[in-house]
């Protein structure tokens, strides 16, 4: 399994709204590929700003080659990013997946 990881920032104002977009476009585009696995979004404040982190996960890089194109360490970004105010980081980080473990309370 390859996790793959991305990270951008909006100010405070739009961090419900982009949170929206962000299922809207980057899950939606991923979770439609396949070889797609799941997601997690990360969030936390600074100062005046949003940091939201985006892990994708997915069955091998062949997989994210199919989202992402063959320079799988480019971020994908959206043409209406710009609405968001967004500071995107242009490139994402990809790790192998060595270990994954939930407790039993968590997975309900």
């Not at 104002?13 to 899950?27: E, K, M, S, V």
């Not at 100062?47 to 971020?75: H, P, R």
């Not at 990013?81 to 939930?102: A, G, N, R, T, W």
């Amino acid at each position: 399994m390859i996790a793959r990881e991305w990270k951008c920032r909006v100010p405070e104002a739009h961090n419900d709204g982009f949170t929206g977009y962000l299922y809207d476009t980057g899950i939606k585009d991923s979770s439609g590929t396949s070889g797609y696995l799941g997601a997690q979004i990360f969030r936390r404040s600074l100062n005046g700003k949003i940091e939201l982190t985006l892990i994708t996960y997915w069955e091998n890089l062949e997989s994210i080659k199919a989202f992402a194109g063959d320079d799988i360490s480019q971020a994908r970004l959206y043409p209406e990013d710009e609405v968001y105010e967004l500071e995107p980081d242009l490139s994402v980080q990809h790790y192998e997946v060595i270990e994954h473990q939930f407790s039993a309370e968590a997975r309900g």
